[in-house]
């Protein structure tokens, strides 16, 4: 088992910047990727970025690219996702996950990740 803890989330106004972190605990070992989605009001849950934990690959959403850096520190088990250049319509809860099944090559949808976050708020006011 994996345990995600997401911190980081506010209000900020546009063109603002936040950092999410997501900490992890338990089986960190078997992590394989991390990522973050985010879920509007009404909207389904989308993919924002990943990042593979041991190859430090990056994946972004193109909605996203550009303004969000996903990155990792293996040694604190912990993820971040530092958000620049924020717009209103990136306000929605963001949820850290964690993949521990090997994969060739990432799929950016919920389902392939294994572990979740309880999810932190992001509020961006015009």
């Known amino acids: 088992q994996v345990q995600l803890v997401e911190s980081g989330g506010g209000l900020v106004q546009a063109g603002g910047s936040l950092r999410l972190s997501c900490a992890a605990s338990?089986?960190?070992?078997?992590?394989?990727?991390m990522g973050w989605f985010r879920q509007a009001p009404g909207k389904e849950r989308e993919f924002v970025a990943a990042?593979?934990?041991?190859?430090?690959?990056?994946y972004y959403a193109d909605s996203v690219k550009g303004r969000f850096t996903i990155s990792g520190d293996n040694a604190k088990n912990t993820g971040y996702l530092q958000m620049n250049s924020l717009k209103p319509e990136d306000t929605a809860v963001y949820y850290c996950?964690?993949?521990?099944?090997?994969?060739?090559?990432?799929?950016?949808?919920?389902?392939?990740?294994?572990?979740w976050g309880r999810g932190t708020q992001v509020t961006v006011s015009s």
């Open positions: 990042l593979g934990w041991i190859s430090s690959r990056t």
């Open positions: 996950a964690a993949k521990t099944r090997p994969y060739y090559e990432l799929l950016r949808i919920p389902q392939d990740f294994d572990y």
């Open positions: 338990g089986r960190t070992l078997s992590i394989r990727a």
